[in-house]
């Protein structure tokens, strides 16, 4: 009898890649960070602090009058 995988129910966030001016946060001790220059060295990279990937933080574009 052959068993079925389960399927997750969710699928897993994709990963973009690095980008310059991408900004990111920590979300333990709040240090934010800037991208001035992406290395390309691989497709994805997490940035890490305080042991865990930094979450990419929501720019608010100020629109011009």
Same mark, same amino acid.
């Given at each position: 009898?052959?068993?079925k995988?389960?399927?997750p129910s969710h699928k897993a966030?994709?990963?973009k890649k690095v980008a310059k001016g #991408?900004?990111?946060v920590c979300e333990v001790c709040g240090l934010a960070?800037? +991208?001035d220059e992406?290395?390309?060295c691989v497709e994805?990279? #997490?940035i890490i602090c305080c042991g865990k990937p930094m979450k990419e933080k929501? +720019?608010?574009v100020k629109s011009a009058k």
């Open positions: 009898m052959a068993d995988k389960e399927t966030p994709t990963k #991408d900004s990111y960070v800037t +991208v992406a290395c390309g994805v990279c #997490d929501r +720019v608010k």
